[in-house]
């Protein structure tokens, strides 16, 4: 069975930094793109960003460009996002979600782990 | 980016009803669109991929269809567990959403 559980997501405040990890189960990790995706109070989802299976390609939506770093560490089974210079628009609930194989099919999400970034 | 747009926003449907939502691109994704159904609280389900297969395990009653630009997807007869929001996807390029479609109960 399929396992994604997102940790990490707490009170920020703005300019602050935060990490965000994903611990995966029951699939070959490295065989699969992994993303984050989020969603403001209310409102709908917005890819942010994603990293192919070895992890050598990274993608990111332009509003976390330069601001956003994904990595992923293979022997760990465990996704994460490096978040600086956070500001009160990236608050939001932050979901791990699985590609399927090489695609940007999502068919596994986590419950989501909330970043609320406010003084 | 591609732009998706869904329509319509909200509906309101009766159990039993049939029930088509409407994703159109703002270009061509050929058949890279996915649907996904959300519940309050919840993560968001994978329904539909490559516009017209339906996600092992999930009642016939969701159906896609589309190519191109525009796609629909269709709950044949409504029930309860369906009432949710209802998200496009393409994966043609970086990703994108639609903006949601919120089934209410009549």
């Known amino acids: 069975e399929v396992q994604v559980l997102e940790s990490g997501g707490v009170l920020v405040q703005p300019g602050g930094s935060l990490r965000l990890s994903c611990a995966v189960s029951?699939?070959?990790?490295?065989?699969?793109?992994m993303n984050w995706v989020r969603q403001a109070p209310g409102k709908g989802l917005e890819w942010v960003s994603g990293i192919s299976g070895s992890g050598d390609r990274t993608y990111y939506a332009d509003s976390v460009k330069g601001r956003f770093t994904i990595s992923r560490d293979n022997s760990k089974n465990t996704l994460y996002v490096e978040m600086n210079s956070l500001r009160a628009e990236d608050t939001a609930v932050y979901y791990c979600?699985?590609?399927?194989?090489?695609?940007?099919?999502?068919?596994?999400w986590g419950q989501g782990t909330l970043v609320t970034v406010s003084s | 980016d591609i732009q998706l747009t869904q329509s319509p926003s909200s509906l309101s449907a009766s159990v039993g009803d049939r029930v088509t939502i409407t994703c159109r691109a703002s270009q061509s994704i050929s058949i890279h669109l996915n649907w996904y159904q959300q519940k309050p609280g919840k993560a968001p389900e994978l329904l539909i991929h490559a516009a017209s297969n339906l996600q092992s395990g999930l009642p016939s009653r969701f159906s896609g269809s589309g190519s191109g630009t525009d796609f629909t997807l269709t709950i044949s007869s409504l029930q309860p567990e369906d009432f949710a929001t209802y998200y496009c996807q393409q994966s043609y390029t970086t990703p994108t959403f639609g903006q949601g479609t919120k089934v209410e109960i009549k």
């Open positions: 979600a699985k590609g399927i194989s090489t695609s940007s099919t999502f068919d596994h």
């Open positions: 029951g699939f070959t990790f490295s065989s699969h793109t």
